[in-house]
């Protein structure tokens, strides 16, 4: 039976708490029922907690999906510099609105109310009432009656409406700091040492990093964990992404872990690893909501380890990782997003006529394979498109293909086809069956009846050339009509020559 890895006690898998490899506040989705009691989940439950607040910016950014709660609200700045909330849904108001209520030298009272609140957001009405409430509190310390506070009342509905300005796009400057608390690395060790266990490995070959976690040595911790920022994990969204792997050559079982592809670290379990080469990986996608397979089996030699945990300058790698996260979220105006989707057109067009140039695909499938190569490359090179989720993204190439077809990608193939077997249906007709060339009608069914007997080496041409005889005909009835005279010259050379 499963035992706590802390305690040691058995589990019932069926009343054992779920525990969340990685915390579910930052939408971990991996999870165990067989290797934490509830005790210690709930007394290990702080450790999650201080990942999920360094991380708290980015949860509320991506908005991910989680099991149990709701995301976190977070504080930002205007450029103005002005405190904002901002909800995970995108939402956001004035952390505080600025309120003056001031008594004129002519008696009256000058209320003075500004904040900040999201198109659509629900802190409008919010505001709006806690103004009316201001507006009638004074009011009633002036003696009003009841109908003239309903007259001022309705005096600030109007003048709250006519007051609105409106920022479009506008800047919110985020802070955050990692080990904030000083515990940051405890709580990844707990990661490493979850992810281990859920992989049923035995407890011999971490007994001394487990011993010094459970007495949450932080020195001894932090002395075998460090950021990581090597290049192993994927880029293409964005990911929670775990590697446990134990190398016996190196003497190492070391566990390197990525959140949101922004936090990356390293946690050394064993330096004098003796037991057998292994290899686990774990990758949830968060904005497509689903694991994925990926191939990286990085490789930590022995003299690498002191250099890694010993570095201590990762400012230029967390900045470019928070910028690879915030590429994937939706930008500028409606002008730009259309600029940008119509650049994606015309790339994918420029590029199917390229390959319209080059040597024919014969197989439908493989050019429709192609065709996705081409659009997912440009996708990701296009700042609007590549901030899509794999199923929006999807759905574009879907369109793009109802209109780019195999069928689209073949024509000048099939023209070039057309006009080759033309010539011989010409060439055959004043040669064998020169009768045909004096009824227009006759002479477009002969070429065309050779047209359904000649076989080009491309199955989906001999289709087409079947399929399309109404506009095949139509192309050998304006040929004929055109260059009538030039074939009647060449069959009455012919015939002068026999």
Known sequence: MAQCYICGCELDSRKTKPEHIIP???????????????????????????????????????NPSRDNGKNPSTRCKLPTGEKVILEPDGQYFAEKPNINVNKLEDGKINIQYSTYYSTNSKHKDFALNQLKSITKGVCQKQGFSDENIEKELKKVDELFEKSIRTDFNPILWF???????????????????????????????????????????IIFINKNANYYYDKVFLTDSIYHTLILKGDKSNGLLYCIIS???????IVFLNRNYSGDDFLCKYSYDLRNQKEVIFD??????????????????????????????????????????KKDLELFEKNVEE??????????????????????????????????LKQLTKYEQERIHQEI?????????LHPFLLQAINKILLLAIE???????????????????????????????KAINELLITKKDNIKKIISNFIKKFRAEIRFISQYSKNYK
């Open 428 to 458: 055959e007709a004043i040669v064998n069956n020169p009768e045909v060339l004096n009824d227009d009608n006759k002479f477009v069914d002969f070429i065309y009846d050779f047209y359904t007997n000649s076989k080009t080496s491309i």
């Open 351 to 384: 590029e199917i006529k390229l390959l319209q140039k080059k040597n024919i695909i014969s197989d439908k499938s493989v050019f429709y394979d192609k065709l996705a190569e081409i659009c997912n490359n440009h996708i990701q090179s296009n700042n609007t």
């Open 401 to 409: 293909c109802k209109v780019i077809t195999y069928e689209y990608y």
């Open 175 to 217: 802070q955050f700091q990692f080990n904030s608390s000083g515990k940051l690395f405890l709580g990844l060790s707990k990661i490493a040492l979850d992810y281990y266990f859920y992989n049923k490995l035995s407890t011999e070959y971490v007994e001394e990093f487990l011993n010094k976690f459970k007495e949450q040595d």
């Open 259 to 265: 959140l949101y592809g922004v936090l990356n670290c």
């Open 24 to 62: 579910n506040g930052i939408g971990g989705k991996l999870k165990s029922r067989e290797i934490l009691c509830d005790k210690h989940n709930n007394e290990l439950f702080e450790l999650d907690q201080v990942i999920c607040k360094d991380l708290e910016t980015h949860t509320n950014r991506l």
């Open 296 to 337: 990286k089996n990085p490789t930590i030699k022995r003299d690498m380890v002191e250099n890694i945990l010993k570095s201590r300058q990762f400012f230029d790698e967390i900045k470019n990782t928070q910028e690879v996260f915030m590429s994937f979220f939706k930008y500028g105006s409606d002008k730009e997003i």
